[in-house]
T-cell receptor, first 117, second 109 residues
Framework: EPEVTQTPSHQVTQMGQEVILRCVPISNHLYFYWYRQILGQKVEFLVS????????KSEIFDDQFSVERPDGSNFTLKIRSTKLEDSAMYFC???????????????FGPGTRLTVT | KNEVEQSPQNLTAQEGEFITINCSYS?????LHWLQQHPGGGIVSLFMLSSGKKKHGRLIATINIQEKHSSLHITASHPRDSAVYIC???????????FGTGTRLQVFP
């Protein structure tokens, strides 16, 4: 069964460093998402991406964050200068359609645990 | 006030018991997702429904759009059902999911 994959599973970085989290969505999906979950809190939306551009972003997704689909398979989240409060589990998700279509179930990757020290 | 509320926050059960987890939402949403989060953190989609009822194995999800309420039922619960169950939905005219805080279920043998 197709699945969303994410690498690395765990990343430790020092405050101020840049990190890139990688995701490989399901191959025929067109809509891509990043969510994050700070330990003990609920999952929060960061950004959605379609047709090579951001379709929606949250207040969390400030200038320190960027997303890219550099080739036909990868979808990346970059944090330019990490802060302690960026420590969280980051989930990538993909879907075949959006609210206009009948099947827009989002499929989640296993997550990348980011620890900023 | 959270836009998506779940109850209870924590639930313990004996193996074999019938489980119900409730989700209420204040925003208008086009469909509701039930997700399962394992202790390792991974999220698995269980159901997406916009009306009525769906069943998959021992899991049943129902939704009442007018009352903005959904329930997830687990029949004949098993220790392997122990996980956090989360409801989430995209508000109208958006694809982003708004998540509930989750219900932590522990099923004991």
């Amino acid at each position: 069964e197709p699945e969303v994959t994410q690498t690395p599973s765990h990343q430790v970085t020092q405050m101020g460093q840049e990190v890139i989290l990688r995701c490989v969505p399901i191959s025929n999906h067109l809509y891509f998402y990043w969510y994050r979950q700070i330990l003990g809190q609920k999952v929060e939306f960061l950004v959605s991406f379609y047709n090579n551009e951001i379709s929606e972003k949250s207040e969390i997704f400030d200038d320190q964050f960027s997303v890219e689909r550099p080739d036909g398979s990868n979808f990346t989240l970059k944090i330019r200068s990490t802060k302690l409060e960026d420590s969280a589990m980051y989930f990538c998700a993909s879907s075949a359609g959006d609210r206009v279509f009948s099947s827009y179930e989002q499929y989640f990757g296993p997550g990348t645990r980011l620890t900023v020290t | 006030k959270n836009e998506v509320e779940q109850s209870p926050q924590n639930l313990t059960a004996q193996e074999g018991e019938f489980i119900t987890i409730n989700c209420s939402y204040s925003v208008g949403i086009s469909a509701l997702h039930w997700l399962q989060q394992h202790p390792g953190g991974g999220i698995v989609s269980l159901f997406m429904l916009s009306s009525g009822k769906k069943k998959h194995g021992r899991l049943i999800a129902t939704i009442n759009i007018q009352e903005k309420h959904s329930s997830l039922h687990i029949t004949a619960s098993h220790p392997r059902d122990s996980a956090v169950y989360i409801c989430a939905g995209p508000p109208y005219n958006t694809d982003k999911l708004i998540f509930g805080t989750g219900t932590r279920l522990q099923v004991f043998p």
